[in-house]
């Protein structure tokens, strides 16, 4: 599809782009503003190497081939250097061999009618109000044509599956039909028989959603919230497992401290404050669990003997009964509003306000994002102790 002539492109991006910045988008900014080389890791060469035995497996032939030539495949185009011992190597190499028997033992490849592998693709999302145009490109595993109608399948070598309210709502799967689309626009009419589907490898287990037309158009609506937030440049770091596999772990301000070099500059002051800190944490931890069982067996003997304090030489302790208190918001309106005191004491309940924002049109929840303000910002420590 060619980009409209009356909208500026503004913004291009692949898919895997955008994905790092949902992910976290501090390794975005490495990655794409900054263009700073990330050495791929060795989960990444791994991925790598299953999507091109999934290809092999399903490149259209006479003879599909077999399981033991799918494993010879994956064993001569493996590269044993990228580990940092055997042990690791050899754990990887089996993990390989064990999807390949999965996926053998659970599909026929000679049973599927593929239209597409390793599709590329490259589509325009219009942004009518700003009279933009984003280009957003990526590559769709493997498109097969099923009796019904159609099946876009995506790979994932990862362990962690999603929920299948996620893959429902997974953007990725909503981006690649739209790209599907694209090419095969009179689809649209069969929208129902069209299948996308996340397939976890480790697992053997396969995820499948379809999307409705009015997902599509929600879809394209968060997709327009991420580019906002990258134009906006907001930039900030997300840990999360993932960042096992992030190869700016040095520059990344969550990380670079854990590395030798940032810590030898360090004072020995600092060093011990940070020690004394972790200890001290974890102390007040231990203590409150202490604390809630030796409460706990004091009351019952309090109420088994049916006093109020018990002594000791070190002190009394006495029970206390603490009420709080929730008010008749009905009367509560009907004494203040002829008042005009009702307005000043209605808060917005934050947390509330969350629980509903799933239920929301994407419209909506962006003009309440918009609302947002920072109120206050406070600083706290988080201890994670090894
Ligand atoms: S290490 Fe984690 S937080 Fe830091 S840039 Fe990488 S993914 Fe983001």
Known sequence: MMPDPLYLIYMRISYSAFDTYQNCSLKYKFQ????????????????TLIHSVMKFIHTPSLLQPKLEEALDFFSKNWNADIFENELEERSAFTQGVEMIQRYYKNNNPADFNIVDLESRFQIEVEDGDKKTQHIISGIIDRIDKTDEGYEIIDYKTTKKMPSQEKVDNDLQ???????????????????????????????????????????????????????????????????????????????????????????????????????????????????????AELQEKISQYMKQEGVGRVFSDEGIIAETVRKTFKYDEKRLREILEPLDKWDSILKVDGIA??????????????????????????KTLTVKKK
């Open 32 to 47: 794409n503003v900054d263009m700073i080389k990330e050495p791929k890791s060795k989960e990444a060469i791994f991925g």
């Open 353 to 378: 306000l969350k629980n509903i924002m799933g239920v929301l049109s994407p419209t909506v929840r962006k003009e309440i994002e918009k609302t947002k303000v920072i109120d206050k910002e406070t």
């Open 173 to 291: 799967l909503s981006i690649y039909l739209n790209a599907f689309l694209s090419r095969y626009p009179k689809e649209i009419e069969h929208l129902d028989k069209i299948k996308v589907s996340l397939y976890y490898l480790k697992h053997g287990v396969k995820l499948t959603s379809t999307r409705t037309l009015e997902q599509l158009k929600n879809a394209k609506e968060l997709f327009l919230d991420v580019i906002a937030a990258i134009e906006a440049e907001k930039f900030e770091p997300n840990v999360t497992p993932l960042c096992d596999w992030c190869g700016y772990q040095k520059i990344c301000p969550m990380w670079m401290h854990k590395f030798k070099e940032q810590r030898k500059i360090d004072t020995e002051e600092v060093n011990a404050a940070i020690s004394e800190y972790i200890n001290l944490k974890y102390a007040i931890n231990s203590t409150k669990v202490r604390i």
